[in-house]
């Protein structure tokens, strides 16, 4: 029977395997959210439907983050996880020690939050542009496709180097460069879900704890891990050979596995609640409007097809519905969204746009997911193309809006 310090260790692998397959994206999906609540706001176009709509999992991570801290950094992303497997590779197959002079490391360890900083003030509030051309996470998200997409060259040069890094200090990106991470640290200052440890028991020069930690903390010499970098690995809890390291909520001592499960369980079972519900809502209102969308969401069909090099977004033809402007029927139209080959029959009935569905794509179904519910029906809602993107799915959203305006281009009274 495995021991509950083995089991923390294959469960936690488990979990990040199964996120980094089946989620790839979502760390990239979550940050662009960030950025879509953040600019809402500052334009003061704040549309709090669409919003909450489109940003349920950032909504419920910065919920369960100030709770339990940041279990989404050690068990729930992608990158992370690509960290820790290329730290692993170096350290065991090609037997690569790397050891950061401790003020070093803490002095790097703000350069993600002068990250998020530029971010936000530099592109998101003053609008500098060309940030996905170096933008390391946009070329994982197409790397990590199958087959793998062509990313920006500059992009790819930054992800290697990034790769390079993990394969000499433990979690690389995560420690310096991550502003999602940064973002999250900031959450967990409140968090009740803490390791805490007894240092007058500690074996005298072990320091297994401190040599254990991904993120480099100082633990040997604590009672209480408070450091904002902590991921809630649980490997000083795993590691400590007198059992002094235990995970507690107020001061009370808990299994981690425990803990870990109800993270991630709840993340999940959040997230996919908050959907029906939103799936329900959308559902009734397009009953009321006697049409039905999201019916006729076809899955990637196999052909996938190369984005063009150096691509980084399309310009949004927009069109307004005017009465007497179009002929009733049904029209098909196509664009490139993230991919090309993003199809969609409109439907014109008295005039208007009665009925969106998507018909064909290649698009990755975790990014087209929310665009292909919430897109269509602004669409309709507005009678034109000029709605909100998707933060974190753009080129989707975009794709949508070029592809409806292609079909009402057929559909013109001549």
């Given at each position: 029977m495995l021991s509950t310090k083995k089991s923390t260790k294959y469960l936690r692998l488990a979990i990040q395997l199964l996120f980094l397959i089946l989620m790839p994206g979502l760390f990239t999906m979550i940050f662009g959210q960030m950025r879509q609540i953040y600019t809402s706001i500052i334009s003061g176009k704040i549309n709090f439907n669409i919003l909450v709509n489109t940003t349920l999992p950032l909504l419920i991570l910065v919920f369960l983050t100030i709770i339990f801290g940041r279990f989404f950094c050690g068990y729930m992303c992608a990158f992370g996880t690509i960290n820790d497997l290329l730290y692993k590779l170096s350290s065991?197959?090609?037997?690569?020690k790397f050891k950061v002079n401790r003020s070093v490391d803490s002095f790097l360890k703000l350069i993600k939050y002068a990250v998020l900083l530029f971010i936000i003030v530099g592109v998101w509030t003053l609008?500098?542009?060309g940030l996905n051309s170096i933008n390391p996470w946009e070329a994982f998200a197409q790397l990590i496709q199958f087959p793998p997409q062509l990313a920006s060259v500059t992009a790819l040069i930054v992800l290697m180097l990034i790769f390079v890094g993990a394969l000499f200090i433990e979690r690389f990106f995560c420690r310096y460069l991550c502003p999602l991470g940064a973002f999250l640290s900031i959450l967990q200052v409140f968090r009740i879900v803490k390791i805490r440890k007894d240092k007058t028991g500690c074996i005298n020069g072990c320091n297994?704890?401190?040599?254990?930690?991904?993120?480099?903390?100082?633990l040997d010499k604590v009672n209480r891990v408070d450091s904002l970098e902590c991921i809630e690995c649980m490997n000083c809890v795993g590691i400590c050979p007198k059992g002094n390291a235990k995970l507690?909520?107020?001061?009370r001592v808990i299994n981690q596995i425990i803990i870990i499960v109800v993270f991630v369980l709840a993340f999940l079972g959040l997230k996919g609640l908050a959907e029906k519900v939103i799936d329900f809502k959308m559902m009734m209102e397009d009953k009321d409007r006697g049409?039905?969308?999201g019916e006729h969401m076809p899955k990637p069909d196999g052909k996938r097809r190369h984005r063009r090099d150096g691509e980084e977004q399309q310009r949004v033809q927009n069109v307004e519905v005017t009465q007497g402007k179009y002929?009733?029927?049904?029209y098909i139209g196509s664009a490139i969204g993230f991919k090309p080959g993003l199809t969609v029959e409109v439907t014109i009935s008295g005039g208007k746009i009665?009925?969106?569905e998507i018909v064909d794509h290649n698009e990755t179904p975790s990014y087209a997911e929310i665009p292909f519910k919430i897109v269509p029906d602004e669409i309709i809602k507005k009678q034109s193309t000029n709605v909100d993107a998707v933060s974190g799915a753009t080129r989707t959203s975009v794709g949508i809006m070029n592809a409806v305006a292609e079909a009402l281009k057929q559909a013109e009274q001549k």
């Open positions: 065991r197959v090609f037997k690569i609008g500098i542009s297994a704890c401190t040599r254990s930690c991904p993120m480099g903390i100082n507690t909520i107020f001061g049409i039905n969308l002929k009733d029927g049904k009665s009925k969106i």
